[in-house]
């Protein structure tokens, strides 16, 4: 069973740092999904990650997947405020192509 | 072009009652996805749609969810003798399934159990 793991679960961060959200999971699958989700809003697409060693930036957002060692990273660079939010990474469950998502990263960043 | 969209945004049901939510997936989209997002689960998979073929049913949690998909389009999950622990956002995804399979989620409809 595809198992997807995310930490930090919360991260506090102050305007200007940078720092790294982790996912991982537990079984071969070569399509991950970066997702951005604010308070009582849907989930927004941010990333689509396709292929082992891709990398895709947006912004302050870079993301990058390791299907080897099963491991996708989302690097924020000088946080804004305006990132604050929950981060969802998802993983291609399979066949019928399911998410299985990981549990979410809730980034407050304080000015 | 439009987004997916579900309705209704919001129901408040009491226990026992059957509630049905709605789901337009994106135009073209052959594949429909259910989610359900609640505070102890997070995000889980219920049931996925691709064209004619059968459904994925598997993350349906029990007999008492189901749902439909009519003409390869609109979707309807229904849930029969609802109870507090339904209490969640259902979101809707539809994807095209071509390159990328990248889904798109809509709104969501939060459903809350009295």
């Given at each position: 069973e595809l198992k997807v793991e995310q930490n930090p679960l919360f991260l506090s961060m102050q305007e200007g740092k940078n720092y790294t959200i982790y996912c991982n999971y537990s079984t071969t699958s070569d399509r991950l999904y970066w997702y951005r989700q604010d308070p009582g809003k849907s989930l927004e697409s941010l990333f689509v990650l396709l292929s082992n060693g891709a990398v895709k930036q947006e912004g302050r957002l870079m993301a990058s997947l390791d299907t080897k060692a099963r491991l996708s990273t989302l690097h924020i660079t000088a946080a804004v405020h305006d990132l604050s939010a929950t981060y969802f990474c998802a993983v291609d469950g399979g066949a019928t192509n399911k998410l299985i998502f990981g549990t979410g990263t809730l980034l407050a960043v304080q000015p | 072009?439009?987004?997916?969209?579900?309705?209704?945004?919001?129901?408040?049901?009491?226990?026992?009652?059957?509630?049905?939510?709605?789901?337009?997936?994106?135009?073209?989209?052959?594949?429909?996805?259910?989610?359900?997002?609640?505070?102890?689960?997070?995000?889980?998979?219920?049931?996925?749609?691709?064209?004619?073929?059968?459904?994925?049913?598997?993350?349906l949690p029990s007999d008492r969810f189901s749902a439909e998909r009519t003409g390869g389009s609109v979707s309807?999950?229904?849930?029969?003798?609802?109870?507090?622990?339904?209490?969640?956002?259902?979101?809707?995804?539809?994807?095209?399934?071509?390159?990328?399979?990248?889904?798109?989620?809509?709104?969501?409809?939060?459903?809350?159990?009295?």
């Open positions: - | 072009g439009a987004g997916v969209s579900q309705s209704p945004s919001n129901k408040v049901t009491e226990k026992g009652k059957d509630v049905e939510l709605r789901c337009d997936p994106i135009s073209g989209h052959t594949a429909l996805y259910w989610y359900r997002q609640s505070l102890g689960q997070g995000l889980e998979f219920l049931i996925y749609f691709q064209g004619n073929s059968a459904p994925d049913k598997s993350g309807t999950l229904t849930i029969q003798r609802t109870q507090q622990e339904d209490s969640a956002v259902y979101l809707c995804a539809s994807s095209s399934r071509d390159g990328s399979y990248e889904q798109y989620f809509g709104p969501g409809t939060r459903l809350t159990v009295t």
